[in-house]
Protein backbone atom coordinates (compact mmCIF):
# COMPACT_ATOMS: atom_id res chain seq x y z
CA UNK A 1 0.00 0.00 0.00
CA UNK A 2 1.01 3.61 -0.40
CA UNK A 3 1.48 3.31 -3.62
CA UNK A 4 1.56 -0.46 -3.79
CA UNK A 5 -1.18 -3.46 -3.60
CA UNK A 6 -0.77 -5.80 -0.68
CA UNK A 7 -2.07 -6.94 2.19
CA UNK A 8 -1.89 -9.75 5.15
CA UNK A 9 -1.83 -13.46 4.15
CA UNK A 10 -4.92 -14.14 5.10
CA UNK A 11 -6.68 -11.35 3.75
CA UNK A 12 -5.67 -11.60 0.02
CA UNK A 13 -8.13 -10.55 -2.15
CA UNK A 14 -9.91 -13.14 -4.39
CA UNK A 15 -8.26 -13.50 -7.26
CA UNK A 16 -9.13 -11.86 -10.63
CA UNK A 17 -10.59 -12.59 -13.70
CA UNK A 18 -8.31 -14.49 -16.48
CA UNK A 19 -7.12 -12.48 -19.71
CA UNK A 20 -10.66 -14.21 -21.84
CA UNK A 21 -12.98 -11.90 -19.70
CA UNK A 22 -10.64 -8.62 -20.61
CA UNK A 23 -12.37 -6.31 -23.07
CA UNK A 24 -10.41 -6.50 -26.63
CA UNK A 25 -10.10 -2.67 -27.00
CA UNK A 26 -8.67 -3.14 -22.96
CA UNK A 27 -6.17 -5.86 -24.33
CA UNK A 28 -4.95 -3.24 -27.41
CA UNK A 29 -4.56 0.14 -24.85
CA UNK A 30 -2.50 -2.62 -22.49
CA UNK A 31 -0.50 -4.02 -25.24
CA UNK A 32 0.49 -0.75 -26.82
CA UNK A 33 1.55 0.32 -23.36
CA UNK A 34 -1.28 2.77 -24.11
CA UNK A 35 -3.44 4.33 -20.75
CA UNK A 36 -6.81 3.37 -19.69
CA UNK A 37 -9.30 6.50 -19.81
CA UNK A 38 -12.59 6.25 -17.46
CA UNK A 39 -14.39 6.30 -20.21
CA UNK A 40 -12.67 2.68 -21.42
CA UNK A 41 -14.00 -0.69 -21.20
CA UNK A 42 -11.87 -2.44 -18.51
CA UNK A 43 -12.31 -5.78 -16.78
CA UNK A 44 -14.18 -5.30 -13.34
CA UNK A 45 -11.09 -7.11 -11.82
CA UNK A 46 -8.69 -4.12 -12.98
CA UNK A 47 -11.30 -1.50 -11.98
CA UNK A 48 -11.26 -3.18 -8.34
CA UNK A 49 -8.11 -3.45 -8.06
CA UNK A 50 -7.50 0.28 -8.84
CA UNK A 51 -10.19 1.09 -6.32
CA UNK A 52 -8.62 -0.73 -3.76
CA UNK A 53 -4.68 0.58 -4.47
CA UNK A 54 -5.83 4.15 -5.11
CA UNK A 55 -7.73 4.00 -1.92
CA UNK A 56 -5.09 2.99 0.20
CA UNK A 57 -2.64 5.49 -1.44
CA UNK A 58 -5.37 8.35 -0.58
CA UNK A 59 -5.91 6.83 2.87
CA UNK A 60 -2.11 6.71 3.45
CA UNK A 61 -1.91 10.52 2.30
CA UNK A 62 -4.50 12.17 4.56
CA UNK A 63 -3.26 9.21 7.98
CA UNK A 64 0.21 10.20 7.16
CA UNK A 65 -0.24 13.45 8.06
CA UNK A 66 -0.75 12.68 11.82
CA UNK A 67 2.80 11.60 13.05
CA UNK A 68 4.51 14.91 11.47
CA UNK A 69 1.60 17.46 12.41
CA UNK A 70 2.34 15.84 16.12
CA UNK A 71 5.79 18.09 15.65
CA UNK A 72 4.14 21.11 13.97
CA UNK A 73 3.85 23.04 17.81
CA UNK A 74 7.66 21.97 18.63
CA UNK A 75 9.42 22.36 15.61
CA UNK A 76 12.65 23.66 16.54
CA UNK A 77 11.99 27.39 14.68
CA UNK A 78 9.92 29.55 12.87
CA UNK A 79 11.76 28.28 9.60
CA UNK A 80 11.48 24.08 10.45
CA UNK A 81 7.84 25.14 11.54
CA UNK A 82 6.47 26.82 8.20
CA UNK A 83 8.29 24.17 6.02
CA UNK A 84 7.12 21.09 8.26
CA UNK A 85 3.20 22.73 7.59
CA UNK A 86 3.82 22.90 4.26
CA UNK A 87 4.49 19.44 3.83
CA UNK A 88 1.58 18.45 6.36
CA UNK A 89 -0.62 20.20 3.96
CA UNK A 90 1.20 18.61 0.60
CA UNK A 91 -0.19 15.43 2.08
CA UNK A 92 -3.40 16.41 2.77
CA UNK A 93 -3.09 17.61 -1.37
CA UNK A 94 -1.83 14.33 -2.45
CA UNK A 95 -4.86 12.70 -0.58
CA UNK A 96 -7.32 14.80 -2.30
CA UNK A 97 -6.09 14.42 -6.22
CA UNK A 98 -5.89 10.25 -5.11
CA UNK A 99 -9.69 10.93 -3.88
CA UNK A 100 -10.50 12.33 -7.20
CA UNK A 101 -8.76 9.85 -9.03
CA UNK A 102 -10.42 6.93 -7.41
CA UNK A 103 -13.78 8.61 -8.14
CA UNK A 104 -13.30 7.91 -11.68
CA UNK A 105 -13.53 4.44 -11.22
CA UNK A 106 -17.06 4.92 -10.16
CA UNK A 107 -16.78 5.25 -6.41
CA UNK A 108 -17.71 8.09 -3.92
CA UNK A 109 -15.18 9.20 -1.59
CA UNK A 110 -17.89 9.83 1.42
CA UNK A 111 -17.98 5.52 1.34
CA UNK A 112 -14.25 5.06 0.62
CA UNK A 113 -13.62 7.57 3.81
CA UNK A 114 -16.50 5.11 5.51
CA UNK A 115 -14.49 2.06 4.53
CA UNK A 116 -11.18 3.47 6.25
CA UNK A 117 -13.54 4.46 9.29
CA UNK A 118 -14.91 0.93 9.65
CA UNK A 119 -11.43 -0.36 8.93
CA UNK A 120 -13.15 -2.13 5.98
CA UNK A 121 -10.20 -0.65 3.99
CA UNK A 122 -5.98 -0.03 4.91
CA UNK A 123 -3.87 2.90 5.20
CA UNK A 124 0.04 2.35 5.28
CA UNK A 125 1.93 0.42 8.00
CA UNK A 126 4.24 2.99 8.48
CA UNK A 127 1.78 5.75 9.89
CA UNK A 128 1.52 3.60 12.72
CA UNK A 129 4.66 4.17 14.22
CA UNK A 130 5.13 6.99 16.86
CA UNK A 131 7.15 10.03 16.04
CA UNK A 132 9.34 10.27 19.47
CA UNK A 133 11.37 13.03 19.26
CA UNK A 134 12.10 15.84 16.52
CA UNK A 135 14.58 13.87 14.44
CA UNK A 136 11.73 11.39 13.53
CA UNK A 137 10.47 14.04 11.18
CA UNK A 138 13.90 13.69 9.67
CA UNK A 139 13.86 10.63 9.26
CA UNK A 140 10.19 10.30 8.34
CA UNK A 141 11.21 12.40 5.64
CA UNK A 142 14.32 11.13 4.55
CA UNK A 143 13.20 7.55 4.47
CA UNK A 144 9.28 7.29 4.12
CA UNK A 145 9.21 9.71 2.28
CA UNK A 146 12.16 8.20 0.16
CA UNK A 147 10.65 4.76 -0.16
CA UNK A 148 7.28 6.49 -1.28
CA UNK A 149 9.08 7.99 -4.25
CA UNK A 150 11.04 4.89 -5.24
CA UNK A 151 7.52 3.11 -5.05
CA UNK A 152 6.10 6.51 -7.03
CA UNK A 153 7.52 7.20 -9.77
CA UNK A 154 6.89 4.00 -11.56
CA UNK A 155 3.14 4.54 -10.80
CA UNK A 156 3.74 7.99 -13.29
CA UNK A 157 3.88 5.32 -15.96
CA UNK A 158 0.77 3.46 -14.75
CA UNK A 159 -1.48 2.15 -17.48
CA UNK A 160 -4.40 4.07 -15.38
CA UNK A 161 -4.27 7.57 -17.37
CA UNK A 162 -6.10 9.37 -14.03
CA UNK A 163 -4.01 7.64 -11.15
CA UNK A 164 -0.41 8.10 -13.49
CA UNK A 165 -1.14 12.03 -13.83
CA UNK A 166 -1.96 12.90 -10.37
CA UNK A 167 1.22 11.29 -9.31
CA UNK A 168 3.42 13.13 -11.68
CA UNK A 169 3.00 16.35 -9.08
CA UNK A 170 2.67 14.18 -5.94
CA UNK A 171 5.88 13.39 -6.71
CA UNK A 172 7.64 16.54 -7.28
CA UNK A 173 6.09 17.01 -3.91
CA UNK A 174 7.58 13.77 -2.30
CA UNK A 175 11.15 14.62 -3.60
CA UNK A 176 11.02 18.60 -1.21
CA UNK A 177 9.57 16.33 1.07
CA UNK A 178 12.62 13.94 1.03
CA UNK A 179 15.35 16.64 0.80
CA UNK A 180 13.53 18.76 3.89
CA UNK A 181 14.19 15.43 5.95
CA UNK A 182 17.62 14.66 4.87
CA UNK A 183 18.33 18.38 5.74
CA UNK A 184 17.49 17.82 8.95
CA UNK A 185 18.89 14.75 10.07
CA UNK A 186 22.15 16.60 8.42
CA UNK A 187 21.74 19.18 10.70
CA UNK A 188 21.52 17.44 13.52
CA UNK A 189 24.16 14.63 12.74
CA UNK A 190 26.67 18.04 12.88
CA UNK A 191 25.38 19.23 15.72
CA UNK A 192 25.95 18.37 19.11
CA UNK A 193 26.62 14.56 20.50
CA UNK A 194 23.10 14.36 21.82
CA UNK A 195 21.62 15.63 18.43
CA UNK A 196 23.47 13.69 16.67
CA UNK A 197 22.47 10.82 19.09
CA UNK A 198 19.08 11.56 18.29
CA UNK A 199 19.10 11.40 14.21
CA UNK A 200 20.78 8.20 14.73
CA UNK A 201 18.01 6.40 17.44
CA UNK A 202 15.26 7.47 14.73
CA UNK A 203 17.04 6.27 12.04
CA UNK A 204 17.16 2.92 13.83
CA UNK A 205 13.68 3.10 14.24
CA UNK A 206 12.38 3.68 10.99
CA UNK A 207 15.15 1.93 9.00
CA UNK A 208 13.23 -1.74 8.92
CA UNK A 209 9.89 -0.37 8.70
CA UNK A 210 10.71 1.70 5.43
CA UNK A 211 11.86 -1.25 4.16
CA UNK A 212 8.74 -2.84 4.64
CA UNK A 213 6.69 -0.38 2.89
CA UNK A 214 7.66 -2.30 -0.36
CA UNK A 215 5.32 -5.26 0.27
CA UNK A 216 6.31 -8.55 0.92
CA UNK A 217 8.80 -10.58 -1.04
CA UNK A 218 8.00 -11.68 -4.25
CA UNK A 219 8.86 -15.57 -3.88
CA UNK A 220 9.39 -17.71 -0.96
CA UNK A 221 6.98 -17.73 2.07
CA UNK A 222 5.66 -14.33 1.88
CA UNK A 223 5.18 -14.15 -1.48
CA UNK A 224 2.47 -12.07 -2.58
CA UNK A 225 0.97 -14.58 -4.07
CA UNK A 226 0.73 -13.57 -7.60
CA UNK A 227 -0.38 -10.15 -6.94
CA UNK A 228 2.81 -8.40 -8.18
CA UNK A 229 2.30 -10.41 -11.41
CA UNK A 230 -1.42 -9.18 -11.88
CA UNK A 231 -0.55 -5.76 -11.43
CA UNK A 232 2.32 -6.05 -13.53
CA UNK A 233 0.51 -7.58 -16.50
CA UNK A 234 -2.52 -5.20 -16.36
CA UNK A 235 0.74 -2.36 -15.69
CA UNK A 236 -0.47 -0.80 -12.88
CA UNK A 237 2.94 -1.91 -11.26
CA UNK A 238 6.17 -1.51 -13.36
CA UNK A 239 8.68 -3.43 -11.07
CA UNK A 240 8.59 -6.40 -7.87
CA UNK A 241 8.41 -5.46 -4.90
CA UNK A 242 11.81 -6.68 -4.23
CA UNK A 243 13.26 -4.95 -7.26
CA UNK A 244 12.04 -1.52 -5.61
CA UNK A 245 13.19 -2.28 -2.13
CA UNK A 246 16.68 -3.04 -3.30
CA UNK A 247 16.44 0.01 -5.37
CA UNK A 248 15.95 2.03 -2.26
CA UNK A 249 18.87 -0.06 -0.27
CA UNK A 250 21.12 0.93 -3.36
CA UNK A 251 20.12 5.14 -3.14
CA UNK A 252 19.79 5.44 0.23
CA UNK A 253 23.07 3.21 1.84
CA UNK A 254 25.90 6.62 -0.16
CA UNK A 255 23.17 8.92 1.13
CA UNK A 256 23.62 7.24 5.20
CA UNK A 257 27.37 7.94 4.38
CA UNK A 258 26.98 11.56 3.87
CA UNK A 259 24.60 12.48 6.98
CA UNK A 260 27.18 10.45 8.86
CA UNK A 261 24.77 7.91 10.14
CA UNK A 262 24.80 4.10 10.07
CA UNK A 263 21.86 2.19 9.29
CA UNK A 264 21.05 -0.55 11.52
CA UNK A 265 21.95 -3.86 9.81
CA UNK A 266 25.75 -5.44 10.01
CA UNK A 267 24.71 -7.24 6.24
CA UNK A 268 24.86 -4.03 4.49
CA UNK A 269 27.71 -3.88 1.48
CA UNK A 270 28.51 -3.37 -1.88
CA UNK A 271 28.36 -6.26 -3.55
CA UNK A 272 30.60 -6.15 -6.63
CA UNK A 273 29.18 -9.51 -8.70
CA UNK A 274 25.46 -8.32 -8.42
CA UNK A 275 26.17 -4.34 -8.75
CA UNK A 276 24.08 -3.99 -5.63
CA UNK A 277 24.37 -3.34 -1.60
CA UNK A 278 23.13 -6.65 0.08
CA UNK A 279 21.08 -6.26 3.36
CA UNK A 280 19.05 -8.43 5.44
CA UNK A 281 15.93 -10.21 4.90
CA UNK A 282 13.32 -8.01 6.28
CA UNK A 283 11.13 -9.89 9.08
CA UNK A 284 7.48 -9.56 8.08
CA UNK A 285 5.67 -10.75 11.15
CA UNK A 286 5.81 -7.09 12.21
CA UNK A 287 4.29 -5.79 8.79
CA UNK A 288 1.55 -8.29 8.57
CA UNK A 289 0.59 -7.50 12.72
CA UNK A 290 1.04 -3.71 12.44
CA UNK A 291 -1.13 -4.16 9.32
CA UNK A 292 -3.69 -6.53 11.35
CA UNK A 293 -4.66 -3.54 13.50
CA UNK A 294 -1.87 -4.14 15.86
CA UNK A 295 1.13 -1.57 15.49
CA UNK A 296 2.08 0.66 18.55
CA UNK A 297 -0.41 3.42 17.12
CA UNK A 298 -3.26 1.93 15.02
CA UNK A 299 -5.83 2.94 17.88
CA UNK A 300 -5.04 6.32 18.10
CA UNK A 301 -4.46 7.43 14.32
CA UNK A 302 -8.36 5.83 13.70
CA UNK A 303 -9.55 7.75 16.69
CA UNK A 304 -7.65 10.52 15.95
CA UNK A 305 -9.23 10.56 11.90
CA UNK A 306 -12.60 9.44 13.13
CA UNK A 307 -12.92 12.50 15.69
CA UNK A 308 -11.51 15.07 12.64
CA UNK A 309 -14.29 13.22 10.08
CA UNK A 310 -17.35 13.98 12.86
CA UNK A 311 -15.97 17.32 13.52
CA UNK A 312 -15.71 18.59 10.41
CA UNK A 313 -19.35 17.02 9.70
CA UNK A 314 -20.74 20.80 9.58
CA UNK A 315 -18.24 22.33 6.93
CA UNK A 316 -19.55 19.30 5.13
CA UNK A 317 -22.89 20.16 5.16
CA UNK A 318 -22.62 23.68 4.72
CA UNK A 319 -20.65 23.59 1.40
CA UNK A 320 -23.44 21.00 0.26
CA UNK A 321 -26.21 23.53 0.88
CA UNK A 322 -23.93 26.20 -0.25
CA UNK A 323 -23.44 24.21 -3.57
CA UNK A 324 -27.45 23.44 -3.60
CA UNK A 325 -28.45 27.03 -3.21
CA UNK A 326 -26.20 28.04 -5.79
CA UNK A 327 -27.68 25.39 -8.31
CA UNK A 328 -31.51 26.47 -7.45
CA UNK A 329 -30.01 30.21 -8.47
CA UNK A 330 -28.92 28.81 -11.71
CA UNK A 331 -31.88 26.84 -12.72
CA UNK A 332 -34.35 30.30 -11.84
CA UNK A 333 -31.96 31.70 -13.73
CA UNK A 334 -32.20 29.45 -16.94
CA UNK A 335 -36.11 29.22 -16.35
FE1 LIG B 1 2.43 12.33 -0.04
FE1 LIG C 1 5.41 13.16 1.44
Same mark, same amino acid.
Given at each position: ??????????????????????????????????????????????????????????????????????????????????????????????????????????????????? $???????????????? $???????????????????????????????????????????????????????????????????????????????????????????????????????????????????? /??????????? $?? $?????????????????? /????? /???? /????????????????????????????????????????????????
Amino acid at each position: MYGNDFTTPDARPRPTPDAGDEPATFRAIIGDDGRVEPRDEMPEGYRKTLVRQIAQHAHSEIIGMQPEGNWISRAPSLRRKAILMAKVQDEAGHGLYLYAAAETLGVDRADLLDA $LHEGRQKYSSIFNYPT $LTWADVGAIGWLVDGAAIVNQVPLCRCSYGPYARAMVRVCKEESFHQRQGFEILHTLSHGSAAQKAMAQDAVNRYWWPSLMMFGPADSGADDSRGHTAQSMAWGIKRFSNDDLRQR /FVDMTVPQSEA $LG $LTLPDDAIAWNEERGHYD /FSPVD /FTEL /FEVIRGNGPCNAERMAHRVGAHEDGAWVREAAAAYAAKQQARREEGAA
